[in-house]
């Protein structure tokens, strides 16, 4: 028998709340047997917004009061120890007390970042949680560390960023010995500004991670490495210019094809392989970005995320709690406190 996954679900937060997060936990319901969904929000709220899509509802679902909504545009640090009964609180809450493995939001960054780190609480030896991304590549997919978390790293940082994800993507996603690369300007060890400069010899030295140098941006989506290492600004960067590329990209294809009589003709022809292609370069397809090295799971979706996103991101946390991440998280940083 599946062991039962429990996960809160920001029922208030992001561009689409209440429509997208509620019908993305009935979806995931739906897929995954072993799933047990509490939705976080307004009760009335998040009630009415079933009622449009189920007529009774699932055993497994169950709706938890937050009478507060943190706004995006709010201070984080104040948001969070002044709005108690916002859904985001209330639900990491729920994770930080045992009574569920993750907690998953499309609400401001900020206030979830924060409240992971106030709230959930870091795993006792890591020094700053990352967000980190699976974004799509010509071989599959790569783990974007970090993305938008710690602006401000240091080389220490960015050595246990590349462990965590390749703890991550050896069991998560299954890809054995992991390639690591750091994002630089050149593949040459001496460039870079300081930061890389001092992580390279770093993760040169580290016998537990496959490091295979550094990497630059073109580089990426042709899937040269599996966690692409970096600190949050350079790593938002990346991963804003990959959807704004993909979306025009998209746009392009389809206006050149409806452009005359032929080429609509040909596109008929085609378009059940091109939509297959360009769904594999859809970032929302991968889930959220889950902030490694919290004593729960907290998962970062797109503000303006859809359905879909959300869906897939509950269902992340399914694997992450199947593989005992943050136990593995724990062993391997006891073993590098023994070997040091």
């Given at each position: 028998m599946q062991e039962k996954v429990r996960v809160v679900v920001d029922a208030m937060g992001g561009d689409n709340a209440p429509a997208a997060p509620i019908a993305a936990a009935v979806d995931a319901l739906e897929k995954h047997e072993n799933l047990e969904v509490i939705l976080v929000g307004r009760e009335e709220v998040i009630r009415t917004e079933l009622a449009r899509r189920v007529k009774t509802i699932p055993s497994r679902l169950e709706i938890v009061h937050a009478e507060d909504v943190i706004e995006m545009a709010e201070p984080p640090v104040n948001a969070i120890r002044r709005k108690k009964q916002s859904s985001i609180v209330v639900g990491m809450n729920l994770v930080k007390k045992g009574e569920a493995d993750a907690f998953?939001?499309?609400?401001?960054?900020?206030?979830?970042?924060?409240?992971?780190?106030?709230?959930?609480?870091?795993?006792?030896?890591?020094?700053?949680?990352p967000l980190a991304p699976l974004i799509p590549t010509e071989n599959g997919v790569a783990l974007l560390i970090d993305c938008g978390a710690n602006v401000d790293a240091r080389s220490s940082h960015l050595v246990q960023f590349a462990r965590m994800g390749s703890i991550y993507m050896e069991n998560v996603v299954g890809i054995k010995n992991p390639r690591v690369g750091l994002v630089n300007i050149g593949a040459e060890e001496e460039k870079g500004n300081a930061?890389?400069?001092?992580?390279?010899?770093?993760?040169?030295?580290?016998?537990?991670i496959n490091f295979i140098g550094n990497v630059e941006a073109r580089d990426i989506p042709a899937g040269v490495c599996d966690v692409i290492v970096c600190e949050a600004f350079t790593g938002n960067v990346i991963l804003k210019l990959y959807e704004g590329l993909a979306g025009t990209l998209m746009k392009k294809i389809k206006g050149g094809m409806m452009s005359s009589l032929r080429s609509k003709v040909g596109a008929l022809m085609v378009k059940p392989a091109l939509k297959k292609t360009l769904k594999t370069f859809d970032v929302s397809e991968h889930g959220g970005a889950p902030m490694l090295g919290l004593n729960g799971l907290v998962v970062k979706t797109h503000g303006s995320a859809k359905s879909v996103e959300i869906s897939n991101a509950i269902g992340q946390c399914i694997q992450f709690e199947k593989q005992h991440m943050n136990e593995k998280i724990k062993e391997h940083l006891i073993k590098e406190k023994e070997n040091n």
């Open positions: 998953v939001s499309s609400g401001s960054t900020g206030a979830v970042l924060v409240g992971g780190q106030l709230i959930v609480g870091r795993i006792r030896g890591i020094e700053r949680p930061l890389v400069k001092e992580t390279y010899p770093l993760l040169k030295e580290c016998p537990d």
